[in-house]
């Protein structure tokens, strides 16, 4: 783990978190959310927003990210001859759509707590996520906009000097 804030940040001995769970008389294993879960998920909440002249307007199918994330993170627990159970394939999302919401309901839960994916659960807390960035956007186009008469380009003039507008 990281021995400091300043120092170093190792995580050799980080075994993912799982948690065993059935239904309909199947057995599966909840997984912590990796990267590439995390992300899919983030970009699919985000994506439910719709804007108008770069405005969100409403939030559309939000519901689908939760059956997405439990289909990202859902895995056939598969006993072996050693009667040790491991991590199979994952449960496609078709597969995911056909049981009770309270299963996904309770399942979502627990990989978002699990993952810390806690931070915009809420459509208010989109909403403030969307205006946030199209704040950044509003700011980064302004500052690559040109500002003199001939239109020549006045905006940033390196990475570094683009970073530091958008990162306010």
Known sequence: MADSDNERMDFDDLEPVKLAVGYGGKK??????DTDAATKYRNSAVKAAR????????IEGIGDVEPLLVSLCL???V???DQVETTGAKVDLKTVLTFPSRVTKAWFGWIKKVSDLD???TEEGLLKLLKRTQEKLDKLR????PTDEEGADTGP????ELTSVISD
């Open 51 to 58: 804007l108008n002249d770069g405005k969100v307007e409403r």
């Open 142 to 145: 302004k500052a690559k906009a």
């Open 79 to 81: 006993t072996g001859p």
């Open 157 to 160: 003039k390196d990475d570094a």
């Open 119 to 121: 931070e915009n659960e």
């Open 28 to 33: 599966y294993f909840l997984c912590e959310a």
């Open 75 to 77: 895995r056939v627990r």
